[in-house]
């Protein structure tokens, strides 16, 4: 399968901010969607923000004055600036993409759905 590998993570102070980086590798032949989504503490992961190959983009209330999405699709990466970071942002947060890839098996083209392994997010004083 496709794999997912994020950074930028981390511990920071209210108001400030973080640059998430999501890569994909693998046999890829199309990516269509990448996102992320954040998950608190015995809740439900929950979008964040997503952008598709036509280039529209898609935030949750909760963050559209403050993060943007972007993609690099020759790199096949994703990022999330995160600007004016308050402490309920702090979350885990997880990198998901959809598109379609090569099989290792037969050379036939697989759709995927991959996840990364996750982030944590702090905003505290």
């Known amino acids: 399968q496709v794999q997912l590998v994020e950074s930028g993570g981390g511990l920071v102070q209210p108001g400030g901010s973080l640059r998430l980086s999501c890569t994909a590798s693998?046999?890829?032949?199309?990516?269509?969607?990448m996102g992320w989504y954040r998950q608190f503490p015995g809740k439900k992961r929950e979008l964040v923000a997503s952008?598709?190959?036509?280039?529209?983009?898609v935030y949750a209330d909760s963050v559209k004055a403050r993060f943007t999405i972007s993609r690099d699709n020759h790199k096949n990466t994703v990022y999330l600036q995160m600007n004016g970071l308050k402490p309920e942002d702090t979350a885990v947060y997880s990198c998901?993409?959809?598109?379609?890839?090569?099989?290792?098996?037969?050379?036939?083209?697989?759709?995927?759905?991959?996840w990364g392994q996750g982030t944590q997010v702090t905003v505290s004083s």
């Open positions: 952008t598709s190959n036509d280039g529209s983009t």
């Open positions: 693998g046999s890829i032949f199309s990516i269509n969607v």
């Open positions: 998901h993409a959809q598109g379609d890839y090569y099989s290792d098996y037969d050379g036939g083209m697989l759709h995927f759905g991959s």
